[in-house]
């Protein structure tokens, strides 16, 4: 169970990583605040490339930055995304791949917060965003 303090704490620290978006091409911004078991908080952001298919999301920059320090188990993500010169009003959900890579280190209760910069946001659970996950 993550509480509400923390959960807002995380929505802050997302809307912090958004601001290091490198997001020329897509014009959108990602940043995600992972919680893992230690306590430790890793934030993200969407690094994009010229060449697609290297561009890297906020929720997987997190996530191997986390699993690079020695993490392996997350706790709860908070993910705040929108047009690079807007403010994030609506929710944005991870993508598929996101959703996987997060399902390696992360229970099916994981608390996915999609939040927004008043403060505002849903929580969804993993196995409500990634049902049927594949696993070894």
Do not use: H
């Amino acid at each position: 169970m993550i509480s509400e303090e923390m959960k807002q704490k995380l929505i802050r620290e997302a809307i912090l990583a958004r601001k290091n978006s490198y997001s020329p091409y897509s014009g959108f911004a990602v940043g995600t605040a992972l919680l893992c078991e230690s306590g430790k908080i890793y934030r993200g952001a969407n690094i994009e490339n010229a060449s697609y298919g290297l561009t890297n999301c906020a929720e997987r920059s997190a996530a191997f930055t986390a699993a690079t320090a020695g993490e392996r188990v997350f706790k709860a993500i908070a993910i705040v995304g929108a047009p690079a010169k807007e403010k994030a009003t609506e929710i944005c959900p991870p993508c598929g791949s996101c959703r996987q890579v997060l399902a390696e280190f992360g229970a099916a209760d994981m608390p996915v917060i999609l939040g927004t910069e008043s403060g505002t946001y849903e929580e969804r659970t993993l196995s409500e965003l990634l049902p049927d996950t594949f696993k070894l």
